[in-house]
């Protein structure tokens, strides 16, 4: 079954690369361990924006630490900033998805969500 999902996830990356592009914003609506997050960055590269939510700092911290290895700008944003400023790297959020709407400006070329905690969260 985990095989099954890796697929998935995999295909999901795939069907995001096909309208995603250097330079884009994108968001990740749950950040979890980072995965979708540095997958999104590395569509969009160093000038454009990923903004990443999730509710756990546990989450925040490991998307952190997954994209300033890859090299990224990481900024974690405080929740009385919002709107968002367009500007490229990496916004960690700690706040719902679903406050979306107050925190971007635009429209984002491309969304991806595995929802669901952390193991143990």
Not at 33 to 38: E, F, I
Not at 86 to 112: E, Y
Request: glycine share 10%; proline share 3%.
């Amino acid at each position: 079954m985990k095989r099954a999902l890796v697929r998935i996830v995999d295909w999901g990356h795939e069907l995001l690369s096909e309208v995603v592009h250097m330079g884009d914003l994108v968001v990740d609506l749950t950040a979890g361990t980072g995965q979708d997050t540095l997958a999104l960055y590395k569509m969009v590269g160093a000038t454009g924006q990923v903004v990443a939510f999730d509710i756990q700092s546990q989450a925040l911290s490991a998307t952190a630490n997954r994209l300033l290895v890859a090299g990224a700008q990481v900024r974690l944003q405080q929740r009385d900033i919002y709107p968002l400023q367009s500007q490229p790297g990496v916004d960690l959020l700690k706040m719902s998805h679903a406050d979306i709407s107050t925190v971007l400006t635009a429209a984002p070329k491309g969304i991806i969500a595995n929802l669901g905690y952390l193991p143990g969260g």
